[in-house]
């Protein structure tokens, strides 16, 4: 009796080891996914770019913003936003900082009063002018904080295999979860679901276009419908440069 307990005993505990093992192994695999996600929609370091919004509200109709994106990724991540039409939005900036330690900064320029304004975390979640995306969708959101899950691997979009990957906050945020479908070649999260804190479906973006620019698979066309108003934003790229040395200074609002 005493050899049959002891024999359970080990089974039991191998089996408690095989499982932690199992799920560490789990979290490895996600942080791994999620690293080179991001580094497969943040390719090279620097990027130049023109750059369009269409929004269109529930009726089909149509407004058409346009500009210029700049993007370095050295140190830290840094995207500015500079558009040239409408008359009416000329010269207004947004800028989007993501420093060493992961913390996003948020600035936007405003022509008509020129002055910087620098968003408080809690601002980022708010509509950018209108559109479908919010100022924290213009850069990649933070990851450092969410807890992390596969859940599904070998799921398709669009035809092609990806990883399935939902991310909960572990604090208060304007996202319940997050659930991207990440290809498994290239990392591009094809296909985004964003989830209300009631776990209703409230938007979902999408990869429209991707083509290889100097040997990286770039994104060219974005779009991001908001499911339950039935309104979308387009955002498309075109005369895309990566690595040219963009200067620090372009990177500096007025």
Not at 152 to 162: V, Y
Request: aromatic share 10%; charged share 25%; glycine share 8%.
């Amino acid at each position: 009796m005493r050899a049959t307990t002891g024999r359970s005993r080990n089974v039991a505990a191998a089996t408690v080891l095989l499982i932690s093992m199992a799920v560490v192994a789990g979290a490895t695999d996600v942080t791994e996914i999620l690293t080179r996600m991001r580094q497969a929609v943040e390719p090279g370091k620097d990027v130049r770019a023109a750059i369009e919004f269409t929004i269109t509200n529930a009726k089909g109709e149509s407004v058409h913003w346009s500009g210029q994106l700049y993007r370095r990724s050295v140190s830290d991540t840094c995207t500015r936003l500079v558009f040239d039409e409408p008359l009416d939005f000329r010269g207004t900036e947004v800028m989007v900082q993501r420093g060493a330690d992961g913390v996003t900064h948020t600035r936007v320029y405003l022509p008509a009063i020129r002055r910087v304004r620098e968003l408080d975390a809690d601002f980022r979640g708010e509509s950018f002018f209108g559109t479908d995306f919010n100022y924290e969708d213009l850069g990649l959101q933070q990851l450092d904080y969410q807890q992390q899950t596969l859940r599904g691997d070998g799921e398709e979009t669009e035809g092609r295999a990806c990883h399935q990957v939902e991310s909960v906050p572990d604090r208060g945020w304007w996202y319940g979860k997050i659930v991207r479908c990440i290809d498994k070649k290239d990392y591009l999260p094809r296909r985004t679901e964003y989830y209300d804190r009631a776990g209703v479906l409230w938007k979902l973006r999408t990869f429209d276009e991707i083509k290889k620019i100097d040997g990286y698979p770039t994104v060219t066309q974005i779009t991001m419908r908001t499911v339950p108003t039935g309104t979308s934003t387009r955002i498309s790229m075109s005369d895309i440069h990566y690595n040219t040395g963009l200067p620090e200074s372009l990177f500096q609002m007025p």
